[in-house]
């Protein structure tokens, strides 16, 4: 799963990295380096026919909640969908067919299973190794409360992770390469197999670099460039 990632990059420049149409926000969110659930993130939407920078908080909400207590309390165990079922899951169906989005990501964080060849609960820090943005798939839907308050949420497609990925945990998320952006974000784009067949990318590990990092990443309230600095497995973290 992915369970925590940064972005760096203001709204400004992530519209014109995206080469986007423009923006619904005022400002942008803060740089943030440690992005836990139900944080505000940027998403990637389709609108009139143009892609733009929208924002949402992490964790899809299920239509059927009532409250905003349970709303809340119900994102946290809907960061993630698996490509594999999303569009089955009652949670995330309904979204997969009709309102998809891209995440854009300076990097994620992945923590090393007992399955794989590093110790236990390593974490390492993962971003492309030419220091682009990610692009990574997700859904979106809007949340109405019961006194009327409308929220977005959203959240990232996973796979089953292949390479040197594999040998830290067995999920990766699935990158949108540039070329199926448009019709990932069509909203008109239903069919069920063609949207999954979307998500099946050849070497989807391709220009990746995985690098461990210290554990002060484990903390919620630790933030700031200092958590993706690699580190060498076996020496000692340095406190910062």
């Not at 992530?14 to 423009?22: D, T």
């Not at 999954?196 to 070497?203: F, G, L, T, V």
Request: proline share 7%; aromatic share 8%; charged share 20%.
């Amino acid at each position: 799963m992915c369970g925590r990632y940064a972005q760096t990059l203001g709204a400004e420049e992530i519209v014109e990295r995206f080469e986007l149409a423009g923006s619904t926000l005022d400002q942008s969110l803060p740089l943030n380096w440690n992005i836990a659930p139900t944080n505000d993130i940027y998403i990637i939407r389709n609108e009139s026919d143009s892609r733009i920078l929208d924002s949402a908080s992490w964790g899809i909400i299920a239509p059927w909640q009532k409250s905003f207590a349970d709303a809340r309390a119900s994102q946290s165990h809907a960061i993630n969908a698996r490509s594999e079922s999303i569009h089955e899951k009652p949670t995330f169906r309904h979204a997969f067919r009709t309102s998809r989005c891209l995440i854009p990501a300076t990097g994620y964080y992945e923590w090393a299973t007992s399955l794989g060849k590093y110790a236990p609960k390593q974490p390492f820090y993962i971003s492309r190794e030419d220091r682009e943005q990610l692009s990574i798939a997700g859904i979106w839907s809007s949340w109405q409360s019961e006194k009327g308050q409308v929220i977005q949420s959203a959240a990232i497609i996973t796979r089953e992770a292949v390479g040197e990925l594999a040998t830290i945990h067995s999920r990766m998320p699935v990158f949108m390469p540039i070329e199926r952006w448009n019709d990932w974000l069509d909203p008109q784009s239903r069919d069920i197999n063609r949207l999954i067949n979307m998500m099946n990318i050849p070497e989807p590990d391709a220009g990746l670099v995985a690098q461990p990092v210290a554990s002060r990443v484990n903390v919620v309230a630790n933030n700031g460039p200092e958590l993706i600095i690699p580190i060498e497995l076996g020496a000692p973290e340095t406190l910062f």
